[in-house]
């Protein structure tokens, strides 16, 4: 964490609308220190397609290293069409979340006013606690005979005690936060038990465990084809959803489209013990289709610099960046919808907001 009040921020623009929307989220942030009484000290690391093409260099060691001595990295999107897919995404995005331990993947999912949706005449609030470095993402496996009829290619889930443990204790941690909140105070084991018995009966079992020193939290268990449907039809039924990291992976993503979209979709990668610093990023592409057009959704950037400031303990700035956005979603709702104010406008309202102006400066309704 940072010394005093002052925190130091590694910030990787990264492609496409990444540097677009991560200005977006700084400028925000910004205004949350000066609201709120706390400095930002913030450094920019080339780091991304461009770098790669220029230099063959994905994330040097040396640069790796000195990320480590921040208190946090805030990451805008990773992938351009220029560079072979995964050598961006494995070599930035999975070599920081395996090299700095960020173990567990936090993602709300929440309906905000004026936003069109699936579930905007229902609601949504929960969050998906998803394993961030096992299972099927561990890169256990390999293929025989390649190109060959009798080709054979194995994927294996990879599923330690450890971290389930870890996992599961955020969880029910965060359900009796919630709670405490006058949230349900809920947790629900999603995986698939009843057909992969071996890891399904690992995480039933630190689940039950876990789950004894948190007396006052709701437990259930429930299959991840049952929990996707439910998130469809009810998704009341969830407060706090504990998953592995492939389930988890594609309950967050549907759970985004039910709330408008993955431009609203923050998440958190989290190094629990404190050792290295934590991760914050929009779970949206790099969309390189519309980079540099104005048109890049920034709400999931501003969330994730909110989720930022509440693990640095900066809880009330997170809280009113969270109010600043509905505000400013509101707003546009009332002047046109989507699609009626920029980026950099968006960016604005909801900056604007946060400090209690009455109009949103540059930010207006261009429809």
């Given at each position: 964490?940072?010394?005093g009040r002052s925190y130091r921020v ?252 993955l431009g609203f979709a ?102």
């Open positions: 964490m940072g010394s590694a910030v990787i623009p990264g492609d496409g609308i990444g540097p677009e929307v991560v200005a977006e989220g700084l400028k925000v942030g910004s205004a949350a220190a000066e609201c709120c009484g706390f400095e930002l000290r913030v450094d920019l690391f080339d780091l991304g397609a461009e770098r790669y093409l220029r230099s063959g260099e994905v994330l040097p060691r040396t640069v790796l290293d000195e990320i480590q001595s921040y208190d946090a990295i805030y990451l805008g999107a990773v992938g351009d069409p220029r560079v072979p897919p995964g050598i961006l995404e494995k070599g930035i995005l999975i070599a920081l979340r395996r090299g700095l331990d960020l173990s567990v993947n936090v993602r709300p999912v929440r309906t905000f006013p004026g936003v069109r949706s699936p579930l905007a005449d229902r609601g949504a609030d929960l969050v998906v606690v998803r394993e961030n470095t096992e299972g099927l993402y561990a890169g256990a496996g390999g293929v025989l005979e390649r190109g060959g009829r009798l080709e054979v290619a194995l994927e294996e889930s990879v599923n330690t005690r450890k971290a389930a443990e870890r996992c599961a204790r955020y969880a029910f941690a965060l359900a009796e936060k919630r709670k405490k909140q006058g949230k349900p105070g809920k947790v629900t084991l999603v995986h698939k038990a009843n057909v992969l018995t071996h890891a399904g009966r690992l995480w039933e079992e630190v689940f039950a465990e876990v789950g004894e020193a948190f007396p006052g939290v709701e437990k259930e268990y429930m299959h991840v084809d049952a929990a996707a449907m439910f998130f469809v039809t009810d998704p009341s039924r969830f407060d706090v959803v504990l998953t592995d990291n492939l389930f988890g992976d594609i309950l967050s993503d549907l759970g985004a489209g039910l709330v408008g979209g923050p998440s958190a990668n989290l190094n629990l013990e404190g050792v290295y610093p934590s991760l914050f990023e929009p779970v949206h592409g790099s969309a390189p289709d519309i980079a540099g057009t104005g048109k890049a959704n920034p709400i999931a950037a501003i969330l994730s610099f909110a989720l930022l400031l509440e693990h640095m303990g900066e809880e009330g700035a997170a809280m009113r960046i969270e109010e600043a956005c509905r505000q400013a979603l509101s707003r546009m709702a009332e002047g046109g919808g989507a699609g009626t104010w920029t980026t950099a406008e968006m960016g604005d309202a909801v900056a604007s907001a946060l400090r209690g102006a009455e109009g949103g400066g540059d930010a207006h309704n261009r429809g």
